[in-house]
């Protein structure tokens, strides 16, 4: 069964660095998000990507946060200037359409800013 | 804005069933989804209600009532693998038709 693949698993950087978190959604699905889940939270919408462009985005998502689709089967998170309190566990997902199309996720990366 | 709730935490019995509710305010509505997530791992689709009834797929069945702002989850057959958190989802087409506004799950242990 197709899956979205998320790298690297588990990332530390220190508090200010750039971090760029990768994923390749299932290759057939057109939308794409990216969640974040803070340890011991619930999972939180950052931002979703349709037609090589940000179709929604939460409050979370601010400046220092970007998204990019460099090529036909990767998706991109940018973290600008990483705070610590950017630690948790970011989740690509992946859906057909916005209908009765369940979005699949990624096995997540755990962030972990020093 | 929206509101999801569900219990935090749940015990059940392995061959047991069990029921785990979700209520939700929101804006619009656009469908609710049920994922399971074990710790560490990534959330896996389990089911997903747009209309009002209940939708059988195996193990699990989940129920919603939109005038009410109520769904359920249910797992009949409990094993001992079923022991996982559970997230409620709500689509919100207030806010556009695409991101998941989720719970903070529940936390179902099951016990020989």
């Known amino acids: 069964e197709p899956e979205v693949t998320q790298t690297p698993s588990h990332q530390v950087t220190q508090m200010g660095q750039e971090v760029i978190l990768r994923c390749v959604p299932i290759s057939n699905h057109l939308y794409f998000y990216w969640y974040r889940q803070i340890l011991g939270q619930k999972v939180e919408f950052l931002v979703s990507f349709y037609n090589n462009e940000i179709s929604e985005k939460s409050e979370i998502f601010d400046d220092q946060f970007s998204v990019e689709r460099p090529d036909g089967s990767n998706f991109t998170l940018k973290i600008r200037s990483t705070k610590l309190e950017d630690s948790a566990m970011y989740f690509c997902?992946?859906?057909?359409?916005?209908?009765?199309?369940?979005?699949?996720f990624g096995d997540g990366t755990r962030l972990s800013i020093l | 804005g929206q509101n999801i709730d569900q219990p935090t935490e749940m015990t059940a019995t392995e061959g047991a069933i069990v029921q785990i509710n979700c209520t939700y305010q929101t804006s619009g509505f656009n469908g609710l989804f049920w994922y399971q997530q074990h710790a560490g791992e990534a959330p896996t689709f389990l089911s997903y209600n747009v209309l009002d009834g209940l939708e059988e797929k195996g193990r699990f069945s989940s129920f919603l009532s939109r005038s009410k702002g109520y769904s359920y989850l249910l797992l009949k057959e409990l094993q001992m693998k079923d022991s996982a958190s559970y997230l409620c989802a709500v689509r919100d087409e207030g806010t556009g038709a695409n991101n998941l506004f989720f719970g903070t799950g529940t936390r179902l242990t099951v016990i020989p």
């Open positions: 997902a992946s859906s057909e359409s916005t209908s009765n199309q369940p979005q699949h």
